[in-house]
């Protein structure tokens, strides 16, 4: 099988996608909104950003798996992502099992959001007219 980078977009794109998806929605339904809030006041920050966190998570999601400015959306998450690693998850160490969750994790969803940035969003583009 030959490569196929625009087949490697989609199933980066998708994925992240489901990723933000989950995370935006246990804030969102586990955690609630006034709980995500009141976690993210613990840490220093005002409350809403903690509903901005779940609008830019959810709306992420949503433009990522339609294919919608995907690549904007994925680098657009990038500041949430290292917010979690300096604020969050920074000071439990590397592994995301270690108590707190460590920091591997988010790194490697930063990771895979600059990489689908600099790839493309894998959606189909028509054949050019000849």
Do not use: C, Q
Request: proline share 7%; hydrophobic share 55%; no cysteine.
């Amino acid at each position: 099988m030959n490569p196929n980078p625009k087949l490697a977009s989609l199933t980066l794109r998708v994925a992240l996608g489901l990723m933000y998806l989950a995370h935006g929605a246990t804030k969102l339904f586990v955690f609630t909104p006034a709980g995500t809030a009141k976690f993210f006041m613990s840490l220093g920050l005002p409350g809403f950003v903690g509903y901005l966190a779940i609008v830019a998570e959810l709306s992420a999601a949503g433009l990522l798996l339609s294919g919608v400015k995907a690549r904007w959306a994925a680098i657009a998450l990038v500041p949430l992502l290292a917010g979690t690693i300096v604020l969050v998850h920074g000071a439990n160490g590397w592994m995301f099992t270690n108590p707190g969750g460590g920091w591997e994790y988010p790194a490697f969803m930063i990771a895979a959001s600059l990489a689908l940035f600099f790839l493309s969003d894998g959606k189909p583009r028509p054949a050019a007219s000849v």
